[in-house]
């Protein structure tokens, strides 16, 4: 049965999210804002209505519940999600349509958790769809920048952005460390694996195959 036309037993794509279930995730998660609420229905004290249009608003600091609207637009909702995740934890329920471009694209990137049976959403009954839990957690974004045009064509520059939790920090340390190592050593080579000393070798011009 298409999408759309499973929903059409529905006068509204926002199908209100079962109380019962937001306390047993608020309680592992302990949410600071819903981006897809109305005034009636809303989870968190800090919310967006329709009106406000939480696609067009910063959830950055944010542990994030989304219950997006069921429908066509639910693609810009989950890629919103994702993201946000860079700077924010996001908790999405959704149906789960693992046939579909968003599911794939997106949903597959973080992580799943099925709910058993069909779930009763809030004044709409027993769903006609099977539903999921997907979590995208803060991570690390490392984004290309164009070549500095003077450079040789192997040469290429990154911005690193990393984002992390104080129990993260001596992880993220680590990887500065390394990364600080590696550019002083001039060994950082992005793709595989670095020997050192056949790098060095390389550079001297007395590299012998094995």
């Known amino acids: 049965m298409p999408f759309e036309k499973c929903m059409a037993t529905s006068k509204t ?10 306390d047993e995730l608020d309680d592992e998660f302990h949410f600071t804002l819903d981006p897809c609420a109305t005034d009636d229905n809303a989870k968190c004290n800090t919310y967006f209505t329709k009106e406000q249009d939480g696609l067009s608003q910063d959830w950055t600091g944010h542990t994030v519940f989304m ?5 066509r637009g639910i693609f810009k909702w989950i890629e919103k999600a994702w993201s946000e995740a860079v700077h924010a934890t996001v908790v999405c329920l959704v149906p789960a ?3 579909t471009r968003w599911w794939h694209d997106f949903c597959m990137r973080g992580e799943v958790r099925f709910l058993r049976g069909r779930i009763s959403f809030s004044g709409e009954g027993r769903a006609p769809f099977p539903s999921a839990i997907v979590i995208f957690r803060q991570r690390f974004l490392a984004t290309r920048q164009p070549k500095v045009p003077d450079q040789p064509d192997r040469m290429q520059t990154f911005t690193l ?5 104080p129990e993260q920090r001596e992880y993220v340390e680590g990887i500065q460390k390394w990364l600080q190592d590696s550019l002083d050593n001039k060994t950082l080579i992005v793709g595989g694996p670095v020997d050192a000393t056949r790098t060095q070798e ?3 011009g007395s590299a012998k195959d094995d």
Not at 67 to 71: L, R, W
């Open 13 to 22: 794509p926002e199908w209100s999210t079962p109380q019962a279930l937001y």
């Open 161 to 165: 952005t990393i984002t992390a939790t």
């Open 67 to 71: 219950n997006p609207p069921y429908g």
């Open 97 to 99: 349509r693992t046939d």
């Open 202 to 204: 390389n550079e001297n």
